[in-house]
């Protein structure tokens, strides 16, 4: 590991803050580009059946109408890719569907028609005027309606994932446990609602296309709408420097992005294409309905024997997608005994699609509630339970962990929470009419890495300032922020003489920023981009005749301030340039992950509590705090890990009580697509949250040894608070969201 | 008041109609008159992104369900997505953009930066313009009233806390 | 949304016979409703008539002790109204509790009571739904109904009325006033909204062109002792699954004057006449607050996903009137 300099673990405020305040910042909708027009999306009202004729003589007519594009017009996509995360660094397409290539509608919503005018509003009332006639046939798309027909898939997860997976003896584990807890356990669908609705802008320049796209990776843009159009990628550039949120809507590229594209090129002019809220709903991918049903078995001194976890859940008819909710129980207890299957059927809906902790949020529910489910039955502590199951290597491989900390977690974090003391008998803390209780649960959550090399770019300008490059956008993460700071310590600077240039697919390659990769990845390409710059500055300096580090071993060259010091000989980079006269010295890092086997089982882990209070008479939960203790490797900038962390753990707070998203058994159209109907957590839902970091050395899983906060602080926390409730009142719910009708 | 139907109906002929082809409107943007050239049916927020290049206001969703459109119309906080830009005529409008006096920042977007209360940004102007009106509005006397008075603004983020201690912040310092 | 024009009229017999002389005109207040749905292609007017300038603001204290509130006076001016917040603090409570202080600061007190129902089926222009479109049949019927009434519905319709502030004034007898094509009319509160029936898209007795100019509240000592109570999901900004309008008068460990109005359950602002009738002359004892609650949800005709309703309805309303009794013990976290 790296030695812990200055800069990195710093609390710096964000460096764009003053611009998101201000409202400088520009997300991509708000670049000015003169002769915009304006594109949006007709969806199909129905959800399974064809087209059998599109009368858009009305919307053409209208003023200031440019095109209206459909399956019959809209020149053909040269392919559409495979789906493939879009952390694989390939094409990455949300699904392995394009609409407009023909008339078949496999889900309502899915798209069917561009307008473009030459103002936004004209654009929609015109699209409001197209005129579709359908043949309609009855969509399957609840979990009851498809149950029957599931099936077990060889692959899942765009490929990733098997099907099955499983060790030792299932059945022989749960034969030989005292106790068997045996829950199953339901979940509406979500969907990611980031304020920001995806987009992009298009502008072609003769065969060259420009896009400004809402996206957590420009070079995975480029690369899907590359294939799409056909056309080369040294002629597409994605720009993407502010990103209005994402929670994954973004991480996989939608086909308004292409379509954009097209209509750009039809309409010879550049195209505006903004989804509205409802389209949010259909066109970006969600959260799958689902159930899942966990068996686990064990001895009567709480050591697990077996864990069985099923999952069953829908999806759409191009691609066998199920979140992987069946990634953390195999691994977070020491237990000889797994099976774990997803079940899936086809269904009218889009594919669904990577959703904060996507998996891991939801696999947890069920195992750290049948968890608490079995502490109960075994008369035993929570914590104790899990603290007795406790694996000091990962089960599924036997390799030592690169890092844990999940025991510190437990540890702090319950000292934290004050949980020592806790009466576990439910239903005995009343305030007036609420009871409260108090619930924990565990988090973990994979250490994933890319699978091909990162690279970024240093360059140090002569008057000692140094921008340093990579191309991924800053969706919130405060990516742009720490790598400022990653940088800084690298090349041995001052904070502000560095400055981090990102979401720009001319700078270099990274692969979207998803999967909480995205800090460990970055921050490895860009250390190593400001260490090469450093060291090639050195040699610069002690090759050099004139400079007074000349002949110094470069290894004995430190930097602090821009300034090279062996000894009692300094030289700025500055110093060095100018009197070279070099307007600039630039070099590039790769970071390239340890490929195939690494040897060590790698995780993120936490410990989640959660106090509730719940007024039983009439069905009210409100979360009175929660605390978070979690152990993501070295923290490059508290404040905003901090930050991250809260917002994971608060997504558990809706997860618990709030989002729930159902399609009409009839119509296949969602219920809830506005975020009126589709509840996310106000400021009054939300709690103060305590959060604590556990930092555990990690020199495997990436330079830096980060293993990211993006998605570890909503892992758990469901579970947590549904715990919470089953002791204040003695109810387990077993499904999300938790709601009124469910405590009455 | 009593009146015929018939003198209704005359006087109702009179009423002066604009539109619906684009109108030249007039309106006061912090502090400065900014005439444009908009179909009545232009909401505010849309004559000021598209028209006005004042993108700090934003479209979360064009419904009135998520606050990332607050403005002051007249000193209120209002949601843009829902005003007709017509309607402001004669009005002033205040967008985030006109909060700092030059390069000093306002209290709040100081706060907000030092108290991290935001993670991508995109609901940033709409939960400071809604924070400096409800101190002006007096309702940020504890933490509760924070909560209930800054709930018509959404953060997906979910930087709740930190907003609050934003907002504390700069409640306190004026005390 | 379809090409408007705009008109600003600045006396009200003008705005009222210009909208009245033109079946494609609406009157626009504070737009929260009328532009939401004409983006939504669920209102098609061709003409908007801006009526905000005109002067029917305010909140005027009448000589019997009631009060008057003008059309266009925004919700959060009323709720913040002294004489509001001290004579009928449901009312002031309703509106703080509704939507959020943005919207509070547009909304018109007319629009309020005008504003559209929240059914999902309603605002999707794509779903069939025979209140948008007479004859299209019902979609919430079958479908996603956690949020919708269980009483005053029909067979054609079981979308909740969405407002809040129109509970507390049914309980308080309120009138609205109006001017239409044919002068001056007031209607019974209880009157003012219909119930769907056969005919969903009818939702007031008003002419097209008629236009709310004040909702006057008469005096009620009882709305001293009185609270507006919402159970949801979220904490904040969002409609009610139920809310409970209550005023109440004890005297000597009886009652001697109740109001109850329902929200969040109903098709309309639903008065709770029969917990009113039961309560009347009643001891003021848990069991009868259960037993009044319980006979007025007896009709009560939920769909399988919204059944819980009825009981949440029951429950709240024991809880308003426990409130409002000061049950010791009982107190709110």
């Known amino acids: 590991m790296t030695t812990i300099a200055p800069a990195i673990g710093q609390s710096l405020d964000r460096v764009d803050g003053r611009a998101k305040v201000t409202g400088s910042a520009r997300y991509f909708a708000e670049t000015p580009i003169p002769g915009i027009s304006y594109a949006v999306l007709v969806g199909s009202r129905i959800a399974n059946g064809r087209i059998t004729g599109i009368d858009a003589g009305d919307a053409r007519a209208e003023e200031g109408v440019l095109a209206v594009l459909t399956h019959e017009n809209l020149p053909s996509i040269a392919e559409q890719p495979p789906l493939i995360p879009s952390l694989g660094g390939t094409a990455a397409p949300g699904q392995t569907f394009f609409p407009m290539q023909d008339d078949v509608v496999h889900y309502a919503g899915q798209h069917i028609a561009i307008v473009v005018a030459d103002t936004l509003e004209r654009a929609q009332y015109a699209a409001s005027l197209i005129r579709v006639s359908y043949e309609e046939r009855p969509p399957l798309v609840t979990l009851d309606q498809g149950r029957d027909q599931a099936y077990v898939p060889d692959r899942v997860f765009g490929g990733w994932l098997p099907g099955r997976v499983s060790r030792g003896d299932i059945e022989t584990g749960l034969a030989a446990a005292d106790v068997r807890v045996d829950t199953t356990f339901s979940y509406a669908a979500n969907n990611h609602n980031p304020l920001e609705p995806s987009g992009t802008t298009a502008e072609w320049d003769g065969d060259e296309v420009l896009l400004h796209d809402a996206t957590q990776g420009v070079n995975a843009t480029q690369i899907t709408v590359a294939r799409q159009l056909g056309i080369p990628l040294s002629k597409i550039r994605v720009i993407g420097h502010y990103v209005g949120g994402s929670f994954g809507s973004k991480a996989m590229i939608h086909d308004h992005a292409a379509l954009a594209a097209l209509a750009a090129r039809e309409v010879g002019r550049p195209v505006k294409l903004v989804l509205t809220r409802e389209q949010m709903f259909t066109s970006v991918g969600h959260r799958e309905e689902q159930e899942q049903r966990i068996t686990l078995g064990a001895t009567r001194d709480g050591r697990l024997t077996g864990i069985r976890h099923h999952k069953l859940s829908p999806t759409s008819h191009f691609d066998d997608w199920a979140e992987p909710s069946l990634g953390v129980s195999p691994e977070i207890y020491g237990c000889p005994n797994f099976d774990g299957v997803y079940r899936i059927f086809r269904a009218n809906t889009m594919t669904p699609t990577f959703m904060r902790a996507p998996g891991e949020a939801s696999g947890m529910f069920a195992l750290e509630c049948a968890m608490d489910e079995l502490a109960g039955e075994l008369g035993m502590d929570p914590i104790e339970l899990r603290e007795r199951n406790l694996s000091a290597v990962s089960p599924s491989s036997g390799r030592p962990w690169s890092s844990s900390g999940l025991l510190e977690c437990y540890r702090r974090g319950a000292e934290r929470f004050g949980w020592e003391g806790r009466d576990p008998r439910p239903g005995r803390r009343r305030e007036g009419n609420w009871l409260i209780g108090t619930g924990m649960a565990s988090a973990g959550y994979p250490v994933v890495l890319p699978p091909n090399p990162q690279r970024a770019r240093a360059r140090m300008y002569a008057d000692g300032t140094a921008v340093v490059q990579a191309a991924t956008p800053d969706f919130g993460t405060g990516v742009a922020t720490v790598m400022t700071q990653v940088a800084a310590d690298a090349l041995g600077m001052s904070l502000d003489r560095c400055r981090f240039e990102n979401g720009d697919t001319d700078l270099p390659n990274i692969a979207a920023a998803v999967g909480s990769a995205g800090s460990g990845m970055i921050s490895a390409a860009v250390h190593s981009a400001a260490t090469a710059l450093r060291n090639q500055l050195i040699a610069q300096a002690t090759g050099d005749s004139n400079s007074p580090l000349y002949g110094a071993d470069p290894v004995d060259v430190v930097v602090q301030d821009g300034v090279m010091t062996a000894g009692t000989a300094r030289e ?173 | 008041m009593s009146v015929r139907s018939s003198d209704l109906t005359e006087r109702g002929q009179a009423l002066d109609e604009r539109g619906p082809g684009p109108v030249t409107v007039v309106l006061s943007v912090n502090g400065t008159e900014r005439s444009l050239e908009i179909e009545p049916r232009v909401s505010l927020l849309d004559a000021l992104r598209e028209h006005l290049d004042l993108t700090g206001a934003k479209k979360g969703c064009d419904q009135g369900t998520c606050g990332t459109c607050t403005v002051w119309v007249d000193g209120n906080r209002v949601l843009s997505c829902l005003t007709l830009a017509l309607t402001c005529e004669g009005h002033e409008v205040t967008t985030v953009e006109g909060l700092a006096d030059g390069e000093e920042l306002h209290a709040m977007q100081r706060a907000f930066i030092a108290e991290d209360a935001f993670q991508c940004g995109f609901c940033t102007p709409g939960q400071i313009m809604s924070a400096v009106a409800l101190l002006k509005e007096g309702h940020a006397h504890d933490d509760a009233e924070i909560k209930e008075w800054m709930s018509g603004n959404i953060c997906r983020c979910a930087a709740y806390p930190h907003i609050r201690a934003a907002i504390r912040a700069v409640r306190d310092e004026a005390q | 949304m379809r090409p408007i024009t705009y008109s600003r009229a600045t006396d009200t017999a003008t705005a009222v016979a210009a909208v009245s002389a033109d079946p494609t005109s609406d009157f626009l207040a504070g737009g929260t409703t009328e532009i939401d749905l004409l983006r939504q292609n669920v209102l098609h007017p061709r003409r908007l008539v801006d009526i905000n300038q005109l002067p029917l603001t305010g909140v005027e204290l009448l000589p019997d002790g009631g009060v008057r509130i003008g059309a266009l006076a925004r919700m959060s001016e009323v709720a913040a109204t002294p004489v509001v917040r001290e004579r009928y603090p449901l009312i002031s409570q309703a509106l703080e509790l509704g939507a959020s202080a943005q919207l509070r600061h547009m909304a018109s007190m007319g629009g309020n009571l005008l504003q559209r129902v929240r059914c999902s089926y309603f605002r999707d222009a794509e779903s069939p739904c025979n209140k948008r479109e007479p004859g299209a049949g019902c979609s919430a019927i079958d479908g996603f109904s956690r949020g919708h009434a269980v009483l005053g519905t029909s067979e054609h319709c079981i979308a909740t009325h969405p407002s809040d502030v129109a509970v507390a004034l049914m309980a308080l007898d309120a009138t609205v006033h109006t001017l239409g094509p044919s002068g001056e009319r007031s209607y019974a509160f209880d009157d003012f909204f219909l119930l769907p029936g056969d005919s969903p898209h009818r939702e007031h007795p008003m002419a097209h062109g008629e236009l709310i100019t004040a909702i006057e509240v008469p005096a009620a000592p009882v709305a001293r002792n009185s609270l507006y109570l919402k159970v949801r999901d979220r904490e904040s900004y969002e409609f009610a699954l139920v809310s409970v309008a209550a005023a109440l008068s004890v005297v000597d460990g009886t009652i001697a004057d109740v109001r109850v109005a329902l929200g969040g359950v109903a098709t309309k602002p639903w008065r709770a006449w029969r917990v009113e009738d039961f309560l009347i002359g009643a001891r003021t004892v848990r069991s009868n607050f259960e037993q009044a609650a319980r006979v007025e949800l007896i009709e009560a005709r939920p769909t399988p996903m919204n059944a819980f309703k009825a009981e949440l309805a029951q429950r709240t309303i024991v809880r308003a009137l426990d409130t409002l009794t000061g049950d010791p013990g009982r107190s709110a976290s």
């Open chain 1, 572 to 744: 700025s980079y500055a110093e060095l340039l100018q009197r070279d006269v070099q307007p600039d010295a630039e070099a590039t890092g790769t970071w390239s992950p340890p490929g195939g086997d690494p040897g060590y089982g790698m995780m993120t882990f936490g410990a989640q509590f959660a106090e509730v209070a719940v007024d039983a008479e009439l069905g009210l939960v409100r979360v009175r705090r929660l605390t978070g203790a979690f152990a993501p490797g070295r923290v490059l900038n508290p404040k905003l890990a901090r930050s991250q962390l809260m917002g994971g753990m608060l997504w558990g707070l809706g997860q618990a009580l709030l989002e729930a998203n159902h399609m009409h058994p009839r119509t296949g159209r969602w219920a809830g697509a506005s975020l009126g109907e589709y509840l996310v957590a106000v400021n009054a839902d939300a709690p103060d949250v305590d959060v604590e970091l556990v930092e555990v050395e990690d020199s495997v899983v990436n330079p830096l040894g980060v293993k990211g906060v993006g998605e570890i602080g909503q892992v758990g926390v469901a579970a947590a608070i549904a715990n919470a409730v089953h002791h204040a009142t003695g109810r387990r719910v077993r499904k999300l969201p938790i709601a009124i009708e469910d405590l009455l």
